[in-house]
T-cell receptor, first 114, second 115 residues
Framework: NAGVTQTPKFQVLKTGQSMTLQCAQDMNHEYMSWYRQDPGMGLRLIHYSVGAGITDQGEVPNGYNVSRSTTEDFPLRLLSAAPSQTSVYFC?????????????FGDGTRLSIL | AQSVTQLDSHVSVSEGTPVLLRCNYSSSYSPSLFWYVQHPNKGLQLLLKYTSAATLVKGINGFEAEFKKSETSFHLTKPSAHMSDAAEYFCVVSGGYTGGFKTIFGAGTRLFVKA
């Protein structure tokens, strides 16, 4: 029962470096999303996808790119890392986008930008 | 517009005493409401959800929440706290609006349980 798998669990980057956070789900969910969690701010939506080949911006998309070539995978790319992107990143999935759909979360990637 | 406010950033209880975590929401449409729990270094786990059926919703681990439309509240309760309940709890409102769909997370309430 893998659910939502995120890799890596921890990462330290230098300002200006790029990297990709991986997310995979094995539940055949249509909807996938990326959030960042910062102290006292809850979770904020970065990007989301309602199916393979379809992505859209969330609340805080600047500095991040996504793609969805398969149903299972939804990687998040940091183009040029900045200290403001130090955060905990969560990937989530649900059967489809909809108000009554609970989301399944990965265990997060803890990212520090120096 | 949609919003969610968790009224306490920290709550401390003794083991065996009741837990009350407060959440108020605002929504232009009939919302779905959720409570999630997050243990240290883990992702969020669904505790319970309200989706316009019964107003008293029972969840996992003995938690329940009551949807009160007149008060726009969705408070989370548990009759007797256990040490393992120490975690952060998030209230979430989700629903459609003109032109789209939105999910909003509260800022979180950290629950401390004293022995």
């Amino acid at each position: 029962n893998a659910g939502v798998t995120q890799t890596p669990k921890f990462q330290v980057l230098k300002t200006g470096q790029s990297m990709t956070l991986q997310c995979a789900q094995d539940m055949n969910h249509e909807y996938m999303s990326w959030y960042r969690q910062d102290p006292g701010m809850g979770l904020r939506l970065i990007h989301y996808s309602v199916g393979a080949g379809i992505t859209d911006q969330g609340e805080v998309p600047n500095g991040y790119n996504v793609s969805r070539s398969t149903t299972e995978d939804f990687p998040l790319r940091l183009l040029s890392a900045a200290p403001s992107q130090t955060s905990v990143y969560f990937c989530a999935s649900s059967k489809r986008q909809g108000g009554n759909q609970p989301q399944h979360f990965g265990d997060g990637t803890r990212l520090s930008i120096l | 517009a949609q919003s969610v406010t968790q009224l306490d950033s920290h709550v401390s209880v003794s083991e065996g005493t009741p837990v009350l975590l407060r959440c108020n929401y605002s929504s232009s449409y009939s919302p779905s409401l959720f409570w999630y729990v997050q243990h240290p270094n883990k992702g969020l786990q669904l505790l319970l959800k309200y989706t316009s059926a019964a107003t008293l919703v029972k969840g996992i681990n003995g938690f329940e929440a009551e949807f009160k439309k007149s008060e726009t509240s969705f408070h989370l309760t548990k009759p007797s706290a256990h040490m393992s309940d120490a975690a952060e709890y998030f209230c979430v409102v989700s629903g459609g609006y003109t032109g789209g769909f939105k999910t909003i997370f509260g800022a979180g309430t950290r629950l401390f349980v004293k022995a």
